[in-house]
């Protein structure tokens, strides 16, 4: 059945059970992935899957009911459930949200071309095999992906939007006087069309590559210098102690910290729904309040945590229209759109000279979920990198492990570079950086 004859289904469906408050959330999900090794298609695969969530209140209460069936029947039944869960749910339910404001309709999505992604993913490989002669082994994959979203609701509120891209990847082994190096690169583009393939190759290459004759630094405290994909990554991982469901649920050190200030007054930090590099922008949130960009760190100051209408509410402050949903089927929770560090003004060049004498410039961490407590903020990571002396690069580290908290980390940035870098391959979120000067974190080498 036509989605659309689905939601009118619905409607009729909880006007016949009296329900007066519900949404509807609809998510189609298409992906396309090719893999390749040794010149030959190791992987492929193609899905598309498409589901829809009911949520309504009934007698005050909460229910939900998601389904991946749209039929008349199955249009029945999925109000039948959710009122059934609204009776077997402890408090009261929220109201819908009643719009406002309006979004242009949802792009189309670019067409899935399995030709064109295999072609490029052998490509990928070909280019890496042959960028450098110390290259044993390199495999690639390109992944064409796109996500449409729909939310109506009781209040009239008809909202839809829509996301693409392709991401094309790389990982390569290099071999020196017996020793073996391996890296990856990841790149992504809004079509298949646009992805650069020898870029892809090139960088995973060259970051595998300067790895050769890497060795540890005696333990101590070092200035770091954190490359812009690292700064991200912290980000990442430290994304939820800026959720206010977490600090309300006890689980973020934020918890009644804004107004303060929490980092240098060199940071600021944004979130950009509609960033004009995304890949998937979001004019509305998963509960159809529209979405801004706002700076939830400014000069060091936290101006906000990241709301839903929930959230919101239990805080008696206005919704940031950061409402988030996993799945279809997923609760709604709380989380960034496209959430990065604002760049500095200084070149790297500069940044490595403000490190002084001696630092280690960090380009890749290992394990970095396993080895960071997202609550407190400690982390210790297995790392490498290179080390900077008189702000020259002069030799590959490796063998270190570094270790602080995050929240110090923050408060110990004393310089921060213009390289602004975005990493769009994870979706809907999407996290960046520029290169950092991190004053007091301590290394263990040899």
């Given amino acids: 059945m036509e989605y659309k004859v689905f939601e009118q289904a619905v409607a009729a469906a909880a006007a016949h059970q009296g ?22 298609v190791e992987k492929f695969a193609s899905s598309v899957s498409e589901g829809v969530c009911f949520r309504c209140i009934a007698d005050g209460k909460a229910g939900q ?57 052998l490509s990928i490989e070909k280019l890496a ?26 209040h009239g509120l008809r ?47 060259e970051k595998a590559s300067a790895q050769i004759g890497g060795r540890p630094v005696p333990s101590g405290s070092y200035p770091i210098l954190l490359k812009n994909s690292q700064m991200a990554a912290f980000l990442e991982i430290f994304a939820g102690a800026f959720s206010a469901k977490n600090a309300q ?15 240098s007054p060199l940071v600021t930090i944004v979130d950009d729904p509609s960033h004009p590099d995304s890949h998937f922008p979001s004019p509305f949130d998963a509960e159809g ?36 949903k996993a799945s279809y089927a997923a609760p709604v929770e709380v989380a960034p759109f496209t959430f990065f ?45 290179f080390l900077v002396e008189n702000g020259v690069v002069t030799r590959p580290v490796q063998g270190i492990t570094v270790a602080g908290n995050f929240f110090d980390l923050l408060k110990g940035i004393t310089g921060i570079a213009d390289d602004l870098e975005m990493d769009f391959s994870g979706g809907a979120t999407a996290f960046g950086a520029p290169t950092v000067l991190v004053e007091g974190l301590s290394v263990a080498g040899e």
């Fill in 19 to 40: 329900i007066g408050e519900y949404e509807l959330y609809y998510q189609k999900d298409a992906d396309d992935q090719v893999g390749v090794f040794e010149g030959q």
């Fill in 65 to 121: 009911s998601s389904t991946e069936l749209l039929t008349e029947e199955e249009a029945e039944a999925l109000v039948e459930r959710a009122l059934e869960s609204a009776r077997y749910t402890e408090g009261e339910g929220d109201s819908f949200h009643a719009g406002g404001g309006d979004c242009p309709p949802a792009a189309s999505c670019p067409e899935t071309d399995t030709a064109l992604n295999i072609e490029k993913a």
């Fill in 129 to 154: 095999l042959s960028a450098d002669s110390r290259v044993e082994m390199a495999q690639s994959s390109v992944d064409q992906v796109s996500r449409l979203v729909r939310l109506s609701n009781s």
């Fill in 159 to 205: 909202l839809e939007k829509s996301g693409a891209m392709t991401v094309g990847a790389a990982e390569v082994v290099v071999s020196s006087d017996g020793e073996k190096y391996s890296d990856y690169a990841i790149r992504t583009a809004a079509a298949p069309t646009a992805l650069q393939e020898q870029q892809v190759a090139e960088s995973a290459v």
């Fill in 249 to 263: 649920d006890g689980l973020s050190r934020l918890k009644g910290q804004e107004g303060q200030t929490i980092a």
């Fill in 289 to 324: 309040v529209l979405t801004a960009r706002r700076k939830v760190v400014k000069d060091g100051v936290l101006q906000t945590l990241l709301h839903n209408r929930r959230t919101a509410a239990k805080a008696g402050v206005s919704s940031t229209g950061n409402a988030s």
């Fill in 341 to 385: 560090l604002q760049p500095g003004s200084l070149s790297k060049e500069e940044l490595y000279r403000k490190a002084g004498e001696k630092a280690i410039l960090i380009t890749f961490m290992k394990g970095a979920h396993a080895g960071a407590n997202p609550v407190t903020g400690d982390f210790s990571l297995e790392s490498k990198g």
